[in-house]
T-cell receptor, first 114, second 108 residues
Framework: DTGVSQNPRHKITKRGQNVTFRCDPI?????LYWYRQTLGQGPEFLTY????????KSRLLSDRFSAERPKGSFSTLEIQRTEQGDSAMYLC????????????FGPGTRLLVL | KNEVEQSPQNLTAQEGEFITINCSYS?????LHWLQQHPGGGIVSLFM?????KKHGRLIATINIQEKHSSLHITASHPRDSAVYIC??????????WGAGTKLIIKP
């Protein structure tokens, strides 16, 4: 247990539905990252926050994806109008904020879109 | 060509053997991470390096900035070390670029 928690751990949804995932980072960590990992692949960067500011978004993050970190603590990742290709493990990580700091990963949310 | 390349892709060894996993990268980095991913997806950060060498228990990580190369060593390997080991570099935009991983199996 790294101290980063994610909920839910598993989500099954029908194509076209909206889903929302939550990440609670380690409390003193300023930076929060979202990654997506499909089967057999390494994680792909989606976006990251420095406190409540979203500083970078990958081109992988289409218009259907939105992430927030309203108070600089927990974060939510929402996928609208889910597609089967969205099925993946969604990982959250946090770090203290200095670029040399290690990122601590949560257990992930596994999404299956039917 | 991938920006981060690991070798080997797969490695099977007997318990007790000395293990080396290599990582080469082609971009400018501020730091390099070694991570361990167990079946089921859990990822644990093992090391973060920006220079030199770090040691934690039976794990040793080294980095040569000039040669853009890092190695992860496991001494006295044990079946519980079986996992996927991932090298990831942090570029100047603070993004992590991941290698494809090395699947390690240690047989008793």
């Amino acid at each position: 247990d790294t101290g980063v928690s994610q909920n839910p751990r598993h989500k099954i949804t029908k194509r076209g539905q909206n889903v929302t995932f939550r990440c609670d980072p380690i409390s003193e960590h300023n930076r929060l990252y979202w990654y997506r990992q499909t089967l057999g692949q390494g994680p792909e960067f989606l976006t990251y926050f420095q406190n409540e500011a979203q500083l970078e978004k990958s081109r992988l993050l289409s218009d259907r994806f939105s992430a927030e970190r309203p108070k600089g603590s927990f974060s939510t990742l929402e996928i609208q109008r889910t597609e089967q290709g969205d099925s993946a493990m969604y990982l959250c990580a946090s770090s203290r904020g200095q670029y040399t700091e290690t990122q601590y990963f949560g257990p992930g949310t596994r999404l299956l879109v039917l | 060509k991938n920006e981060v390349e690991q070798s080997p892709q797969n490695l099977t060894a007997q318990e007790g053997e000395f293990i080396t996993i290599n990582c080469s990268y082609s971009v400018g980095i501020s730091a390099l991470h070694w991570l361990q991913q167990h079946p089921g997806g859990g990822i644990v950060s093992l090391f973060m390096l920006s220079s030199g060498k770090k040691k934690h228990g039976r794990l040793i990580a080294t980095i040569n900035i000039q040669e853009k190369h890092s190695s992860l060593h496991i001494t006295a390997s044990h079946p519980r070390d079986s996992a996927v080991y991932i090298c990831a570099v942090m570029d100047s935009n603070y993004q992590l670029i991941w290698g494809a991983g090395t699947k390690l199996i240690i047989k008793p």
